[in-house]
């Protein structure tokens, strides 16, 4: 004959165990939500692995691999230097065309690749957002560092153009990390704008396409920013990419025809879409999961 187990009731001293158990919760930002770095360094490893992730799953499968990073700049360079260099005699100054134009393309397609990108990225880990808490801006910002390796593979095909065409840069290529840091930032911010949208308003994934290429004809890429007029030129100036482009064009072409007014100009707009972006993505972070 067994003897019935009896469960034991709770003691006093294990309800207090039990209560006195720490509890977190979630609750949504009140007013402006300051980017935690304490937590960001902490995640720093997947930071690292979501960047790899997406450098392998874009050449996957691929016949040429990262030679896609080339293709794209160099291809749109020799169309650019058909049409407005040898049709429409778009004047560089002492500049050969196809160096002027390259020289633009390398931040731009960075530009163009990371907001493309970054702007999706969101919706495209919606399965990681919704099983695990991280801090969700590191998605964007994996989207935005990842073109890195694009941008340093299509830098080789520069370095040879400029032996190619005799053109040895100045002291001022020592600046051409700040102006890469610009475009990253001008990058993430419209990033972060886009990603948090994209996940309420799916019209942003169709509407991505339409901007870049809209951007691009706003940007001097194909052509110096001579040929704007000056009554023009401060509605002009609103595009912060107007300052990356030359910048990039002055620090390894030595060209003297770029505004510090306007660079600093740049500077500022920069720094306030990156600071309503991050507010506005920050706002929105914890209804991802529920919507996405």
Known sequence: MTTPVIPKLLTDSSKSTITNRPVTK?????????????????YRELLYFLVWRDVKVRYKQTAIGVTWAVLQPFITMVVFSIVFGQLMQV???ET???????VAL???TFFASAISRSGNSLVYDANLISKVYFPRVII???????????FGVAFTILIGMLLLFGIVPSISILTLPFF?????MTALAIGLWLSALNVKYRDVNYAIPFLIQVWLFLTPVAYPTTVVQEHWRFLY????????????????????????????????????????????????????????
């Not at 050969?96 to 390259?102: E, G, L, R």
């Not at 890469?180 to 990253?184: D, F, I, N, R």
């Not at 505004?259 to 309503?276: K, N, P, Q, R, T």
């Open 26 to 42: 979630v609750r949504p930002p009140q007013g402006l939500a300051p980017l935690d770095f304490h937590e960001l360094w902490a």
């Open 91 to 93: 004047s560089t100054g």
């Open 96 to 102: 050969p065309y196809p160096v002027f134009a390259y």
């Open 106 to 108: 390398l931040p731009w």
């Open 140 to 150: 964007p910002l994996a989207a935005v560092l990842s073109n890195l390796v694009d």
């Open 180 to 184: 890469l840091l610009l475009a990253l």
């Open 237 to 292: 100036s609103l595009n912060p990419m107007v300052g990356v482009v030359e910048g990039f064009r002055w620090a390894l072409l030595g060209q003297q025809n770029l505004s510090w007014d306007l660079m600093l100009f740049s500077i500022l707009i920069v720094l306030a879409l990156f600071a309503g972006g991050l507010f506005y993505f920050r706002r929105m972070e914890f209804e991802f999961a529920d919507v996405v």
